[in-house]
């Protein structure tokens, strides 16, 4: 297991928490946080062409989002426009490989080797110069938004699983 030292982990959980969505019974779904953000239409795009919005606005699924932002979907040529192109057997795949089960807090993800996904595969969390990774190139840029049915941490880059079909 992988030790953080509190300055470290303090760090990352400050790298900045983005306000969600809050009604009288607290926050939001992840699918209500990611429509409310702005910054995720190509990831709710991509759900709804593959029929997963439903999974991640089910109130009483607990889940850990990795959630790629429009400019992480954008370096594989990607928008909310073209996504829905994509065979969805494959799109599905890749947005499942974003999708742990269980609320992982970011503490919980660097205090593991890796993480099964809910394609099947695993991700592999890491720490590079004070910087949180997972697959050693997904930078996660914010943690711990608090949804009513888990957590998302948000990334720059969109996970690839090392086999798409």
């Known amino acids: 297991m992988r030790r953080l030292s509190s300055a470290m982990l303090a760090g990352l959980l400050f790298i900045g928490v983005v306000a969600a969505p809050v009604s009288a019974n607290g926050p939001g779904t992840i699918a209500d946080i990611a429509v409310a953000n702005g910054n995720f239409t190509t990831l709710v795009t991509a759900l709804s062409c593959t029929n997963l919005v439903g999974a991640v606005a089910d109130p009483a699924a607990k889940l850990t989002v990795f959630a790629p932002t429009d400019s992480a979907f954008r370096k594989f040529g990607l928008t909310s426009n073209n996504i829905c192109r994509l065979p969805v057997a ?55 938004i608090q949804a009513s049915n888990g957590v998302i941490h948000i990334i720059d880059s969109v996970l690839i699983p090392y086999r798409l079909w």
């Open 90 to 144: 494959l799109l599905k795949n890749i947005l499942l490989y974003h999708v742990a089960a269980g609320e992982l807090k970011a503490s919980d993800v660097l205090a593991v080797k890796r993480i099964k996904m809910l394609n099947g595969l695993y991700t592999f969390p890491s720490v590079r110069n004070g910087n949180a990774y997972i697959n050693w190139y997904a930078k996660i840029v914010t943690t711990d």
